[in-house]
Structures are given as structure tokens and as C-alpha cells.
């Protein structure tokens, strides 16, 4: 079937039908997002190493690697190892725009790292471990041994409020009723929108 998916020609009609009707975007602003990604992604798609370097300008003096890996699992949708225009468009328009219903479920598919449905203490500490080295300074090998201690000690803290049943697992409803709850919490697992 040529020509349904994105080219150097431009967006498919298909594609630009797509996704003014599952994105807040009119048809002038997604233009405008795919002639930037096109000028960052000539191919059309975006490897784990552009975006990472496009996602870590925004945190100069942290390292955002770890979490950019995390990120990208989650925008690549497919699991196909790269970010097309659509899955691109699609999460930014709920980190950006998103209610904070959407952006804590999007969150949520972030945490699980191993998409089994909820969230494990030692997933939990993974993606609050990778939070705090990307918007911290702290890079020096004594401070970094205690910045992982006290992001230990946070992510453990989070679990425990978030396991409202005690079961050692954390739910889509339990993470997403923990946070709706505190607006301190959401600031803290929900990525900055970067691009």
C-alpha cells in the first residue's frame, strides 16, 4: 500500500486525518511539527541517539540518558525500535497538552518498564533514580553515591503511598489516584516536555 505512510513528500492525507482527530493539534500546527521533526529526522524516523541528544538540551547539567531510554520506550509505541512522526506527535501532544488523567497514564506505561501491568519497587527506583541524575548536578562520585541512596529512599517513600493495598505492586489505579492527589507528585514522575 504506497503512499500511506509518511515520506519526504509530506504527511499522508491518512496520517494528517489521524491525527487531527486523536491530537489537540489543527492541521497548520501539525505541519509546523512535522517540518521540524522532518528537519531533525530527514528519514522520518527517530533513532534512540537523536532523541536522546535533542531530549538532554534540556537538562545541561544532569544526565538524561537513563531516562531518555525511558522515555523513548514509551513514545515508541510499536516497539520497532525507532519513533515515527505519528507515535512522536501523539506523545507530545499528552505530555504538552494532555489532561493530568493522560499524562498519568502515559507516566504510568513509563514506570512499567516491563509492561506487565503495574508497577514493581524496583521499577519504581529505576525511573526515580534516572529522574534525579537528569535534573541533578550531583556528579561527582561522592555525591553520587548519596543521590542514589536518598533516590532509593524517595522511590521507596512513593511505593509505599502509592501500594494502597499493601500487595507490593503498584496499579494504573493506585499510581493514578496517588497522584491526582498530590500535585508534588505529579511534577516529580511526569517528564518536563522537552521538544
Given at each position: 500500500?504506497?503512499?500511506?505512510?509518511?515520506?519526504?513528500?509530506?504527511?499522508?492525507?491518512?496520517?494528517?486525518?489521524?491525527?487531527?482527530?486523536?491530537?489537540?493539534?489543527?492541521?497548520?500546527?501539525?505541519?509546523?511539527?512535522?517540518?521540524?521533526?522532518?528537519?531533525?529526522?530527514?528519514?522520518?524516523?527517530?533513532s534512540p541517539t537523536t532523541f536522546c541528544q535533542i531530549y538532554s538540551k534540556c537538562f545541561p547539567t544532569g544526565n538524561a540518558?537513563?531516562?531518555?531510554?525511558?522515555?523513548?520506550?514509551?513514545?515508541?509505541?510499536?516497539?520497532?525500535?525507532?519513533?515515527?512522526?505519528?507515535?512522536?506527535?501523539?506523545?507530545?501532544?499528552?505530555?504538552?497538552?494532555?489532561?493530568?488523567?493522560?499524562?498519568?497514564?502515559?507516566?504510568?506505561?513509563?514506570?512499567?518498564?516491563?509492561?506487565?501491568?503495574?508497577?514493581?519497587?524496583?521499577?519504581?527506583?529505576?525511573?526515580?533514580?534516572?529522574?534525579?541524575?537528569?535534573?541533578?548536578?550531583?556528579?561527582?562520585?561522592?555525591?553520587?553515591a548519596k543521590y542514589e541512596a536518598e533516590a532509593k529512599e524517595r522511590a521507596k517513600g512513593i511505593f509505599k503511598r502509592m501500594?494502597?493495598?499493601?500487595?507490593?505492586?503498584?496499579?494504573?489505579?493506585?499510581?493514578?489516584?496517588?497522584?491526582l492527589e498530590d500535585e508534588n507528585l505529579i511534577d516529580l514522575l511526569t517528564p518536563p516536555s522537552a521538544i
Open positions: 500500500k504506497m503512499g500511506a505512510h509518511s515520506s519526504k513528500e509530506g504527511l499522508s492525507q491518512e496520517d494528517m486525518a489521524f491525527l487531527e482527530r486523536n491530537t489537540r493539534y489543527d492541521k497548520a500546527t501539525i505541519c509546523d511539527f512535522y517540518k521540524g521533526f522532518m528537519a531533525d529526522c530527514p528519514e522520518g524516523k527517530l540518558k537513563e531516562f531518555c531510554d525511558h522515555v523513548f520506550r514509551t513514545f515508541d509505541t510499536d516497539k520497532n525500535g525507532e519513533i515515527d512522526f505519528k507515535e512522536f506527535l501523539l506523545s507530545i501532544d499528552v505530555t504538552s497538552s494532555g489532561t493530568p488523567e493522560e499524562k498519568l497514564n502515559w507516566a504510568f506505561s513509563m514506570y512499567d518498564v516491563d509492561g506487565n501491568g503495574w508497577i514493581d519497587l524496583e521499577e519504581m527506583t529505576k525511573l526515580v533514580g534516572s529522574i534525579y541524575k537528569m535534573i541533578g548536578t550531583h556528579q561527582t562520585q561522592t555525591h553520587l501500594d494502597i493495598n499493601n500487595d507490593g505492586k503498584v496499579t494504573k489505579e493506585e499510581f493514578t489516584k496517588t497522584c
